[in-house]
C-alpha cells in the first residue's frame, strides 16, 4: 500500500516568511510524529499526535512552530516568521499504535527540505 | 529525557567484511530499539528492531544485540555489500507515560568498498 507521503518536497522560504507543510499519513495508522532533521545529524523529536489529539510538543524549539492533525489524518507544520536556523529536513511518521504497552514501528515519509534565505 | 549516542561516525569496510556499530542509552525505561538506514536525500527505512524483553536478533545478514544492564546495543552486518553503504541511525523509546517518540543517535555513515 502507499506509504507516508509528505508535500511540498522542497521549499524555499525568504527569511521572515511563514510555511507550512503536509504529511498524509499512512491510512489507518493512529499515532503521528513529525521530527526535525539537520544537516548530517539525526532525526530529533518535534511533536506526537494520537488520532487529532496532539500528546506531547516538548520537542517544538518555538512558539513560531505550530502543528495540527484536526481530522485525525493528515497533519500541518507550520512555521511562523522563518528564520535561517530552521533551515532542515523536516520528516513525518506515523504508526499503527495498537497497544498502551507496546512500541509499533514508525514509517517515515520522504522529507521537506526547507531552505529559508 | 534520554540521550544516545553511536559510535562510530564513520566506517569502511571491503566488501564481504562485517561491520559493527554500537549505541549508548540513558533512561532504563527503555524498552524499544528500532534501527533505520537512510541513503542519501531518502527517507530513513527500518531494517530491524529489538524489544527490552529478547537479547538478540537476527534476519539473514543482519543481527542486532541488546544489553539491558549496561544500556548498549549493537548493529552486525555481515558479508556486507555496496549496497549497504548507507547512513545507519539507533534509536530507543519507551512506553512509559504518553511518550512514543524516538530518540536517534548522530549516524554512522557506513562505505562498503568493493
Known amino acids: 500500500g502507499a506509504g507516508v507521503s509528505q508535500s511540498p518536497r522542497y521549499k524555499v522560504a525568504k527569511r521572515g516568511q511563514d510555511v507550512a507543510l503536509r504529511c498524509d499519513p499512512i491510512?489507518?495508522?493512529?499515532?503521528l510524529f513529525w521530527y526535525q532533521q539537520a544537516l548530517g545529524q539525526g532525526p530529533e523529536f518535534l511533536t506526537y499526535?494520537?488520532?487529532?489529539?496532539?500528546?506531547?510538543k516538548s520537542g517544538l524549539p518555538s512558539d513560531r512552530f505550530f502543528a495540527e492533525r484536526p481530522e485525525g489524518s493528515v497533519s500541518t507544520l507550520k512555521i511562523q516568521r522563518t528564520q535561517q536556523e530552521d533551515s532542515a529536513v523536516y520528516l513525518c511518521?506515523?504508526?499503527?499504535?495498537?497497544?498502551?504497552?507496546?512500541?509499533?514501528?514508525?514509517?517515515f515519509g520522504p522529507g521537506t527540505r526547507l531552505l529559508v534565505l | 529525557g534520554e540521550n544516545v549516542e553511536q559510535h562510530p561516525s564513520t566506517l569502511s569496510v571491503q566488501e564481504g567484511d562485517s561491520a559493527v556499530i554500537k549505541c549508548t542509552y540513558s533512561?532504563?525505561?527503555?524498552?524499544?530499539f528500532p534501527w533505520y538506514k537512510q541513503e542519501l536525500g531518502k527517507r530513513p527505512q527500518l531494517i530491524i528492531d529489538?524489544?527490552?524483553?529478547?537479547g538478540e536478533k537476527k534476519d539473514q545478514r543482519i543481527a542486532v544485540t541488546l544489553n539491558k544492564t549496561a544500556k548498549h546495543f549493537s548493529l552486525h552486518i555481515t558479508e556486507t555489500q555496496p549496497e549497504d553503504s548507507a547512513v545507519y541511525f539507533c534509536?530507543?523509546?519507551?512506553?512509559?507515560?504518553?511518550?512514543?517518540?524516538?530518540?536517534f543517535g548522530s549516524g554512522t555513515q557506513l562505505t562498503v568498498l568493493p
Open positions: 491510512s489507518g495508522h493512529v499515532s
Open positions: 533512561d532504563s525505561a527503555s524498552n524499544y
Open positions: 534509536a530507543a523509546s519507551s512506553t512509559s507515560g504518553s511518550a512514543r517518540q524516538l530518540t
Open positions: 529489538i524489544r527490552s524483553n529478547v
Open positions: 511518521a506515523s504508526s499503527l499504535a495498537l497497544g498502551r504497552w507496546y512500541q509499533e514501528t514508525q514509517y
Open positions: 499526535f494520537q488520532n487529532e489529539a496532539q500528546l506531547d
